[in-house]
């Protein structure tokens, strides 16, 4: 299988919100990128969907990010712990917050991001 991704990913885990068929949806960061964000979940969108996804941050700092859902991965609930069920979403909006935040996990400056 050839990789498709085009930028570089960095791991973390920061608690995600979403509203989904008029639920409330949570799941984990496993990556994030600035073109894209991997989300750890039980509940797994279908491909193609829009998203509005709000991140929590352990600072309290929350801000709202836009995409799409670009593939899914489910696995059975004994394999969760060694393989990752969940949704990958490239996104389309996000604030210069989560900009700034991966600046500071990438250790670059800013300007270098944008």
């Known amino acids: 299988m ?3 991704r085009f930028s570089t ?3 973390r885990r920061y608690l995600v919100e979403w509203i989904a068929e008029e639920i409330v949806c949570t799941g984990f960061t496993e990556d994030i990128s600035p073109t894209g964000i991997f989300v750890r979940s039980a509940f ?3 491909v ?3 998203l509005a996804l709000q991140l929590l ?3 309290g700092g929350k801000f709202r990010v836009r995409g799409r ?3 899914s991965h489910r696995v059975p609930q004994q394999m969760r712990s060694v393989h990752p069920s969940g949704f990958a ?3 389309s909006e996000a604030p210069e917050e989560y900009f700034q935040l991966l600046a500071t996990l990438f250790n670059l400056s800013i300007a270098e991001t944008g």
Request: proline share 10%.
């Open 2 to 4: 050839s990789e498709k």
């Open 48 to 50: 193609g969907a829009v």
């Open 57 to 59: 941050l352990p600072s």
């Open 89 to 91: 979403i490239r996104l």
């Open 69 to 71: 859902v670009v593939r």
């Open 44 to 46: 797994i969108p279908r």
């Open 9 to 11: 990913r960095r791991k």
